[in-house]
Structure formats: C-alpha cells, structure tokens
C-alpha cells in the first residue's frame, strides 16, 4: 500500500480540458475533414520539431532532491521552443487520431541492452531506440553526444534536450519533443500521454518513446525497482495494450552488472498507463 504522502489521487470521470488538450480539440475536426491539410499539419510539425532539442533549454539534471519526496514539484521548466514543438505535435497526433483506426496492442522490436554503467540509463536508453527505429549507436558514444556524466542524463541542459536531440541526430524516421509533467499529473496529461503513446507506435512503422522516472521511497516503481529509494532512471517505452491503457517498456537495469538489484529488474515490463504517468511525474516523456 502506497504511504499516504503518495496515494494516488482518484480521477473523475469529468475531463478537465487544459491549454494544449483545448487547443488540439478546436482543430481537430477540420483537420480531419481535410487530409490534404492533415499532411501539411504533420509535415510543418517534423519540420519545427527538428530544431527545438536544440535549443538551450534550462537545467534540470538527472538527480534528485535528496529527499524521499516529489510532492508539489512543478513540471519541469521548458524552453518556448520546446513547448511550441509540442503543441504542433499534438495538432498532428489529434488529427491523425481523429482519421486512423489504431490497434488495440502495438509492440516494436525487443532491444534491451543492459546499462554498461550504474549512471548509463540514458545512453542505454537511447542505443535502444534507435535500434528498434533501425540506427545503430553504442552506449559509450551515446554517453558521448548525450553530455552523460557521472551524475546520468540531464532532462534538459544549456545544449537543450538531450535525448531527443541525440535521437534525432541519429534517424530520421521522427522528430522527437519533450513533454514535462507536475508530481501528480492530471487526467487529461493522462490521457494525452496515451494519445501520444498511440500515435508514435502506430504512424509510419511505429517509433518508441523515452520515459524519464522520478521515483521516490513510497511511490509507485518500475518493475524491480526497490521501492524504499528514490531512483531516476530513463528507459525505452516500445509498446501498448488495450487501446493505450497499459504500457508496455524494456527496462536497462536488467542485467547490468554495476547495479546491486538488477537481478530483481525484467527486461521487459508492462505497467497501467497512469501508474507510468505517475512514475513520470516531476520529469516526463521524450515523444
């Protein structure tokens, strides 16, 4: 049973819409109406989305607070253009959305590395994706391009996003964004996390997406990971079930010789969808 100071709050059924859900809603029947300008939309959002990781972003490192609590931290501070690239995103997931008939399950390639460092989640994350999306890159010249130091993977940094920037570096398949998410996000960041989710592993040959976990002693954990600490940890989200509801990722601390409780860690794992939001919560998602 989770500690009070964690119990996840119960969400109504009522949604309530926020700036970009709003935003998303008002377009998308006339974009779905018109494919032509569904294309166009999608096109104008690979484009911008391109040059947003780029961009200095503010820092937001890879560690913690040093406390066994995320309660009322805010959502991690993005960049303007950031922010922009992800609303245009979304204008186009909502579209296509609006126009695609999904799978109920969706599931890449298995690509599980094992983390050849403790503070390698990122680097390992990221030679991952790229190798389901058909890109080969080490952990070591991941670590390289990502600025990993000893203290992991920044979230974002005076080079900008570090994981989507390396990522699109490496493949051309996506345009990666960053959304950032509060300690406890609401129904409807559930519901666009799902969205998304839907979306990348579906249009085209399927893209994975990269979570970044903020857990805390007393909160909810990834598969094995020991739940009286609190760990941020990157890793490679590759799948879905029943329509978006659960997530389905592999898991880099599997195997990894320099983490004492790797062997408790599957390599693949699948959680509630809104668990994983929560899991995701004071850091985000790489879409």
């Known amino acids: 049973m989770l ?15 926020g700036t970009v859900g709003a935003l998303v809603t008002s377009i998308t029947g006339a974009l779905a109406a018109h494919p032509v300008a569904a294309a166009a939309a999608q ?7 391109r040059l947003a990781p780029s961009q200095t972003a503010p820092l937001v490192s890879d560690a913690g607070g040093g406390s066994r609590f995320k309660q009322g931290l805010a959502a991690p ?4 253009a950031m922010l922009a690239a992800n609303v245009r995103k979304q204008r186009a ?21 094992p983390q050849i460092r403790n503070y390698f989640c990122g680097p390992a994350t990221v030679a991952e994706m790229l190798a389901q999306l058909g890109a080969r890159l080490s952990q070591s010249a991941a670590a390289r391009e990502l600025g990993t130091s000893g203290a992991g993977t920044d979230w974002s940094d005076k080079t900008g996003y570090p994981v989507p920037r390396v990522l699109d570096a490496n493949q051309k398949k996506n345009s990666y964004v960053a959304v950032g998410l509060p300690w406890t996000p609401d129904g409807n960041q559930i519901r666009t996390y799902e969205g998304d989710l839907v979306t990348d592993l579906n249009r085209g040959a399927g893209v994975p997406l990269a979570g970044d976990a903020y857990e805390v002693p007393g909160g909810p954990h990834l598969v094995g990971h020991p739940e009286s600490q609190e760990i941020l940890h990157w890793f490679d989200i590759r799948g879905y079930a029943r329509s978006g509801a659960v997530t389905a990722y592999e898991d880099s601390v599997h ?8 062997s ?8 509630p969808s809104p668990m994983v939001v929560y899991i995701l919560g004071a850091r985000g998602y790489v879409w």
Do not use: N
Not at 3 to 17: D, H
Not at 264 to 271: G, K, M, Q
């Open 255 to 262: 195997g990894a010789p320099s983490i004492a409780w790797s």
């Open 264 to 271: 408790s860690v599957p390599a693949y794992s699948a959680l």
């Open 43 to 49: 096109g104008r959002s690979h484009a911008g989305s």
């Open 77 to 80: 501070r993005m960049s303007r």
């Open 93 to 113: 997931a909502a579209a296509y959305l609006a126009a695609a008939r999904p799978a109920a399950a969706r599931y890449l390639a298995r690509t599980q590395q």
């Open 3 to 17: 500690a009070a100071r964690w119990r996840v709050p119960i969400i109504t059924v009522t949604i309530a819409v």
